[in-house]
T-cell receptor
Framework: DAGITQSPRHKVTETGTPVTLRCHQTENHRYMYWYRQDPGHGLRLIHYSYGVKDTDKGEVSDGYSVSRSKTEDFLLTLESATSSQTSVYFC????????????FGEGSRLTVL | AQSVTQLGSHVSVSEGALVLLRCNYSSSVPPYLFWYVQYPNQGLQLLLKYTSAATLVKGINGFEAEFKKSETSFHLTKPSAHMSDAAEYFCALSIYSSASKIIFGSGTRLSIRP
């Protein structure tokens, strides 16, 4: 199994508070992604990274920011959480050989009250 | 623009019956196509992938999929369903070999009746 760790796995927070989710990989893979999963929507890309300090927006990036200061860590920040950001968040990584396949973490369930 | 459409949000089959999960895609350039499976409370894992080699692709757990360019389809099949196949299945498309972006379908939940 690919070494991907997401933390926290579960979090309940209140509207307006900042939240940071962490993804840590031990595979030295270049590409890292943050997706959110909601019923009926599949997985939607929030942000992705193609190297240290190199990031780009996905289709649902509003209200989210990311940072990647080290190859192994990719942080997703909700500056001011809203109830619409209640979701399950998945981190994924992709290998350097350009295989086009993703390896996923186990997810972080976020509830915003 | 690229897109992926999975037909049927929920499919139910009897144990031992044929499994058929449908996926159609739209892409202006030759795509790479994938099927992923998600078991409850877990992340997604790759079942199989098409990357422009053989059009019939075999994956894990007895699943296979056939790329049909004329029909823009990439349906997933398994000859005989097993109870352990109950999960959610996602079709996905990539247009860059380096996986800078992958687009997912909305998913199909597969239930298996005893």
């Amino acid at each position: 199994d690919a070494g991907i760790t997401q933390s926290p796995r579960h979090k309940v927070t209140e509207t307006g508070t900042p939240v940071t989710l962490r993804c840590h990989q031990t595979e030295n893979h270049r590409y890292m992604y943050w997706y959110r999963q909601d019923p009926g929507h599949g997985l939607r890309l929030i942000h992705y990274s193609y190297g240290v300090k190199d990031t780009d927006k996905g289709e649902v990036s509003d209200g989210y920011s990311v940072s990647r200061s080290k190859t192994e860590d990719f942080l997703l920040t909700l500056e001011s959480a809203t109830s619409s950001q209640t979701s399950v968040y998945f981190c994924a990584i992709s290998g350097n050989q350009g295989s086009g396949e993703l390896f996923f973490g186990e997810g972080s369930r976020l509830t915003v009250l | 623009a690229q897109s992926v459409t999975q037909l049927g949000s929920h499919v139910s089959v009897s144990e031992g019956a044929l499994v058929l999960l449908r996926c159609n895609y739209s892409s202006s350039v030759p795509p790479y196509l994938f099927w992923y499976v998600q078991y409850p409370n877990q992340g997604l894992q790759l079942l199989l992938k098409y990357t422009s080699a053989a059009t019939l692709v075999k994956g894990i757990n007895g699943f296979e999929a056939e790329f049909k360019k004329s029909e823009t389809s990439f349906h997933l099949t398994k000859p005989s369903a097993h109870m352990s196949d109950a999960a959610e299945y996602f079709c996905a498309l990539s247009i860059y070999s380096s996986a800078s972006k992958i687009i997912f379908g909305s998913g199909t939940r597969l239930s298996i009746r005893p």
